[in-house]
């Protein structure tokens, strides 16, 4: 199990262990009890492939069956769990579930990776009381009341808008899984830059968020695979949710925690104490005392240490080959 702890620390998940329907954590875990309730229900319940993934509003299971009674579950909280900086990057987090499925099932068994389809299941979210026969509303609305939310950083709304997401007549369409992946791509891009001309009106900084939207840009761009246009929606609109809050508590922050926040934040970027500086309103001369007073560090040493980190970490689990990741 080594091997999976390692990687739920990469991707940011919660594991735990279903074995003839008793649930064993291992990790700490936010999980709904009603999730895992349900979960245990419908795991024991699928037949037909390895991999399952099992889907909420606030995130998804994915389950990899290892033994006849033994399943491994790695679940991912959008409220708590979505990489912001420095870990495992958004998009490949939600579009390399079928990479991390299968690496679940090889690192437990020691076998070579099962090529299995994986089943994708809906599950009605604890917090929803949504009627699921139909919606009243369209993709255009609710994305309006997704982008409201965010900006509002209103979490009950945010949550309440998805609920219905995945019964607008878009994602009902039966022909959407079919579609060549460049559709979905181009639906991912014009729905980041919707979220990301929202953020800036409300008042994000435009320089970040231009930054922020190319890099998603570049990686739904490289991306091979996304397993599930409704999960990697929903994600988005948490990971815009969070960049939003965290913004607004960070104006009241310490200078050091600014400026590693500003680090973790563009770490895809060539970094200058002029732009640090500019971020987070200070002069230049006072932002390595502050930092190494806190960090024992200096602020070009904790970048490069970081950059390496990250470097190991898209290497483990992404399509990335070692002279992109090197530049």
Not at 98 to 107: E, G, P, R
Request: overall charge positive.
């Amino acid at each position: 199990m080594e091997k999976n702890f390692l990687l739920a620390d990469i991707v940011n998940a919660e594991t735990f262990l279903i074995f003839n329907n008793k649930v064993n954590f291992l990790t700490k875990s936010k999980i709904h009890f009603e999730v895992i309730n349900s979960l245990k229900k419908l795991i024991t319940q699928q037949s037909g492939s390895i991999y399952h993934v099992f889907g909420h509003t606030t995130g998804y299971v994915i389950s990899v069956k290892v033994d006849s009674q033994k399943f491994i579950c790695f679940a991912f909280d959008y409220t708590s769990s979505l990489p912001l900086y420095g870990q495992l990057s958004i998009v490949d987090q939600l579009t390399k579930i079928q990479q991390i499925s299968q690496l679940i099932y090889s690192n437990y068994t020691d076998k070579i990776i099962s090529n299995d389809k994986i089943i994708f299941h809906n599950m009605q979210s604890p917090e929803s009381h949504v009627d699921n026969t139909a919606s009243k509303f369209t993709f255009f609305e609710i994305e309006t009341a997704i982008i409201k939310a965010i900006v509002c950083s209103r979490e009950s709304e945010l949550i309440a808008a998805l609920n219905h997401l995945h019964y607008t007549s878009y994602f009902q369409n039966e022909d959407l899984s079919n579609q060549p992946l460049r559709h979905h791509k181009n639906f991912l891009i014009a729905y980041i830059s919707v979220l990301n001309r929202a953020i800036g009106q409300w008042g994000y900084p435009l320089h970040l968020s231009s930054e922020i939207m190319n890099n998603l840009i570049v990686e739904i761009k490289r991306t091979k695979q996304i397993n599930s246009l409704l999960y990697t929606t929903k994600g988005l609109a948490w990971y815009y949710y969070k960049l939003v809050r965290v913004f607004r508590t960070n104006q009241f922050l310490p200078l050091h925690t600014r400026i590693k926040s500003y680090i973790y934040e563009n770490i895809y970027q060539n970094i200058t104490l002029d732009d640090i500086a500019k971020s987070v309103h200070s002069s230049k001369k006072n932002l390595n005392p502050a930092f190494k007073k806190q960090y024992g560090s200096t602020i070009k040493k904790f970048i490069r240490n970081a950059k390496i980190e990250r470097a190991k970490e898209l290497l483990a689990v992404s399509d990335s080959k070692l002279s992109d990741v090197s530049k």
